[in-house]
């Protein structure tokens, strides 16, 4: 599914960012892809699907 709708990012994407560029945190997701940048309005399922990631890995 697709979590940032403004810059196309999905939920493979930012566990794909967990597992191969070491990303544990929400700053670090958005450096990395974008997430979050433009309206916002995706932070708080951005935040979910990382933390799922993080946990998982
Ligand atoms: Fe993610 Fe707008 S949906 S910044």
Known sequence: M????CNNVSDKA???AVEQSGV???????????TG????????????VLKE???AY
């Not at 309206?39 to 979910?48: E, H, L, M």
């Open 2 to 5: 697709i979590v940032c709708v």
């Open 14 to 16: 930012i566990r794909k």
């Open 24 to 34: 544990r945190t929400y700053i670090q997701l958005q450096r990395t892809t974008q």
């Open 37 to 48: 940048t433009c309206c916002g309005k995706c932070t708080s399922c951005a935040k979910q």
């Open 53 to 55: 990631s993080v946990d």
